[in-house]
């Protein structure tokens, strides 16, 4: 069975950066089968899709937020993570690590972690 | 972007009801369209990929259907756990989208 466990600070200040850490257990992130994302919801809202990592460091950013996203991937310790620079009130939600099945699952996204609330706050 | 809209938005049903919820694409996605289940302060859960294949584990009561740029769910007869909001998502085009969100509760 597939683990995901977000970690990080749940309160950051406005104009700083959110930094977050996925750390993956029962499989290995080295598996370039699969991508990983980050997908955040703000609250009450819907689901927003922030990106992807392979484990190679091959990205891809949407584009509403692409000039704020850096994805990082640790294969040493099992990790992928994710900064968020010059935050707002806006960027005020709860952050899901997510894996997507491969393309045998048509690139659906089959494990989540658990989920981060991360508050942008002075 | 491709846009997903759902339909309707919230919907109240009964125990044993039939429930559908549908899910419109922008454009033709082929068969790139995932359903997931989500519960108040819990992470979604996929239930259906490629639109009609049920996820291991899920039950069968749950059925999606459709392909292209229209897609519907179904819940064949609606049960106390099944309460919860549906999104459906595409993954035929980066960025992926998902739909709005159609929350089923108790009438």
């Known amino acids: 069975q597939v683990y995901l466990q977000e970690s990080g600070p749940g309160l950051v200040k406005p104009s700083q950066t959110l930094s977050l850490t996925c750390t993956v257990s029962?499989?290995?992130?080295?598996?370039?089968?699969?991508?990983w994302s980050w997908v955040r919801q703000h609250p009450g809202k819907g689901l927003e899709w922030i990106g992807y990592i392979y484990y190679s460091g091959s990205t891809y950013y949407n584009p509403s937020l692409k000039s704020r996203v850096t994805m990082s991937i640790d294969t040493s310790k099992n990790q992928f993570s994710l900064r968020l620079n010059s935050v707002t009130a806006a960027d005020t939600a709860v952050y899901y690590c997510?894996?997507?099945?491969?393309?045998?699952?048509?690139?659906?996204?089959?494990?989540w972690g658990q989920g981060t609330t991360v508050t942008v706050s002075s | 972007d491709i846009q997903m809209t759902q339909s309707p938005s919230s919907l109240s049903a009964s125990v044993g009801d039939r429930v559908t919820i549908t899910c419109r694409a922008g454009?033709?996605?082929?068969?790139?369209l995932h359903w997931y289940q989500q519960k108040p302060g819990k992470a979604p859960n996929l239930l259906i990929h490629?639109?009609?294949s049920l996820q291991t584990g899920v039950s069968s009561r749950f059925s999606g259907s459709g392909s292209g740029t229209e897609f519907t769910l179904t819940i064949s007869s609606l049960q106390p756990e099944d309460f919860a909001t549906y999104f459906c998502?595409?993954?035929?085009?980066?960025?992926?989208?998902f739909g709005q969100g159609t929350t089923v509760d108790i009438k």
């Open positions: 454009q033709s996605i082929s068969n790139y």
């Open positions: 490629a639109a009609s």
């Open positions: 998502q595409q993954s035929h085009s980066t960025p992926w989208t």
């Open positions: 029962g499989a290995s992130i080295s598996t370039g089968y699969y991508s």
């Open positions: 997510v894996r997507d099945g491969g393309i045998q699952h048509w690139l659906s996204l089959d494990v």
